[in-house]
């Protein structure tokens, strides 16, 4: 949103001037939703966004992506798609790597409140598609670019040594009062430094997600989220919605006095 750097600027200095109020032993008061799957594991590995590349990309490898606007891929730039369901991602690729989704895989999970949660494969996945660190392995013996795992407990192994609070499961990890508050620091600074005479608007904040039951590569392939798309957000009449029930019941009334 326009202004939004002077707004996280804003907040953050906020919460440190009121740290006594909003940064205690008992709770952290300030708290910032990831709006994309994973995006709280990517932090706690490192990852962080990287700045714009100053040409066009000639190469561009989209592992599970598939929220990257079609017109930031460079004309003329190869594509390779790693993920699953064949979602906007795969149909911007030239080639498309088969991943597994959540069913087909044992993994780590991180929900919203960054606490790790342990799946096992409920199903076996379906013809040539491979965990996603066995495909970054084959393509790293490609490359000759040696990665030591054997298996998934290797990979988990590197997760201890990286960040450790992603294999104690079902735990969530505080923050001290000391770490939260240099973390507010450097973000007003990383955010004032964008927003040097940037001044809050008086634009209305808008919800930024339109459809709740279509958010995520599954959802977009559910039936189910279909059907709950088409009554609740487009407001087709499918039974589902007020309107639809009503007018159900009205029916099932007239047939019963004719």
């Known amino acids: 949103m326009d202004g939004g750097n002077a707004v996280y600027a804003a907040l ?8 006594a109020r909003f940064l205690t032993p008992e709770w952290n008061g300030f708290s910032v939703l990831q709006r994309h799957a994973s995006r709280a594991a990517a932090y706690d590995l490192g990852y962080r966004p990287s700045p714009p590349s100053s040409g066009d990309a ?4 989209l592992l ?11 004309h003329g730039a190869f594509v390779v798609y790693q993920g699953h369901h064949g979602d906007a991602g795969a149909a911007l690729a030239d080639v498309v790597l088969p991943g597994l989704a959540y069913t087909e895989k044992g993994a780590t999970w991180i929900n919203a409140e960054g606490r790790a949660q342990l799946a096992r494969a409920a199903v076996p996945p379906p013809g040539a598609a491979r965990e996603d660190w066995k495909v970054l392995r084959a393509l790293g013996e490609v490359m000759g670019v040696e990665m030591p795992y054997e298996d998934t407990l290797d990979v988990r ?8 609070s992603l294999v104690r499961y079902d735990l969530t990890e505080g923050v001290s009062r000391d770490v939260a508050l ?20 008086k634009a209305v904040f808008k919800k930024p997600i339109s459809n709740f039951y279509q958010t995520d590569v599954v959802s977009r392939a559910s039936k189910t989220m279909a059907e709950c798309t088409r009554a609740f957000v487009l407001g087709r009449d499918h039974g589902f ?11 099932a009334k007239a047939q019963a006095f004719a």
């Open 64 to 74: 599970n992506a598939d929220d990257l606007p079609a017109h930031t891929i460079p």
């Open 182 to 201: 240099l973390g507010l620091a450097a973000s007003a600074a990383s955010a004032g430094s964008k927003s040097v005479g940037e001044k809050i608007g």
């Open 58 to 61: 000639k190469f561009i490898y």
């Open 241 to 251: 919605s007020e309107a639809g029930a009503g007018a159900a019941a009205e029916g």
């Open 12 to 19: 953050a200095a906020h919460v440190k001037t009121h740290a």
């Open 157 to 164: 192994d590197r997760m201890w040594e990286v960040a450790p």
